[in-house]
């Protein structure tokens, strides 16, 4: 049906007036019809990609999955070369136009968010850049080198009307969600743990970007701890930790960057029971691949190996242990214990999704950016509003930093 035929379609319903429907497929049908007209005449948002790092491949990528709500229009790198390199190995020939430069791509006017993954050192500079120009902005994490740059991040998008939001993909996949169903099962939850170690080659360890002071002086903290921090916060239902110490025994590199690392956090007792509860999390580049999150409850626990990037981008995992009392047969000679394996089938990759939300926090508008409003569990994360994604982020950034300066002063507390 043509976008003409279908507007006097509406206009033949609106003309009626109100009238009340019975529930029945007709009513349904429309409901469907008006709800796939109203999706096909929202313009697509479109994305100018400053940088042509590697993740950055992989977004492309998730915005073409997503081109009914999406597009890439602009691709910028320091070198004009690089940039049509970028553009001619990404598919976007005849879609996306190339800059020598980042301000380029902010100054187009055909251009209406921008995705950002430079280096964290450079965070700031761009995105400010970014709000003078009125671009919404979707960084990659870490969002800052420190506190003060972290805030004038959030401020300049904020005093703008802008969407911020990080790269955190995992957190939009809808396995999130229903895993947070399955710990509301287990009581509340007083344990996690949570591990992202991946082992860097010989030339990563001596140039990527990660591995150097002045680029991500983060190091392994920044990028693998951040997913690790995210997990705590979201299985205590994003309450915040009130102290957190850094493990002795963390590496650094001969630049001083952290390789290798775990901490703890701390967060305060859960309702009713007065018993503390903590998060330890190990995050490193020089041990062989492993994400895995584990939650542990008075009822069972919940488990994935794979919370960051899933085995399989079209299903995701989990599995959940049911125990009663002690979990072991009369004798000890075995267990009691109940497996139960749960999963969701997915009908795009998470990373899609979380270009989705980023759209739809967009179109929402400012009003909406300022009511911080999560995820509900039955509709997902498209519901989230900006301000809670920034919060989220901001949130995870404050304990990344306080996991650094316990480092900095020999693994002491360091208080929220």
Known sequence: MSSRAMTAFQLEVKAAGPRKRRPGRRHRL?????????????????????????????????????????????????????????????????????????????????????????PTSMHVEWVQKAAAARKHVLLEKPIAMNAADMEAIVSSMQQAGLVLMDGTMWSHNPRAREMAKALADLGPCHDVKAVF????????????????????????????????????????????????????GFVLNDNGVVMDGGATLLFGPAKGTGQPRHSNIFFSFQQAMCQDLMVTGPKGTLRLDDFVIPHNEKQSAWTVTDVDGFGLTELADGTTVKTMPNKVDLTEPQEVLMWRDFAACVRAGAAAQQEVRPPTLTNGSSDASSAWWVKVAQDTQRVVHAIAESMKQGCKPVRL
Request: charged share 20%.
């Open 30 to 118: 429309e409901v469907y019809i008006n709800k796939i007209f109203l999706q096909a005449m929202a313009p697509q948002l479109r994305i100018g990609v400053l940088g042509a790092a590697g993740i950055a491949r992989k977004n492309v990528r998730a915005i073409g999955i997503a081109s009914d709500a999406l597009s890439v229009v602009a691709v910028g790198s320091r070198s004009l070369d690089k940039a049509k390199t970028f553009i001619t190995n990404n598919g976007l020939e005849g879609k996306a136009h190339a800059y020598g430069s980042y301000q380029e791509v902010l100054d187009c006017p055909d251009v209406d968010a921008v995705y950002i993954p430079l």
């Open 197 to 248: 170690t991946m082992r860097g080659h010989a030339e990563f360890m001596a140039h990527n970007i990660r591995t150097k002071p002045d680029l991500d002086g983060l190091g392994s903290l920044g990028d693998l701890g951040w997913y690790c921090v995210r997990a705590s916060l979201w299985a205590f239902d994003f309450e915040f930790p009130h102290e957190v110490v850094a493990h002795a």
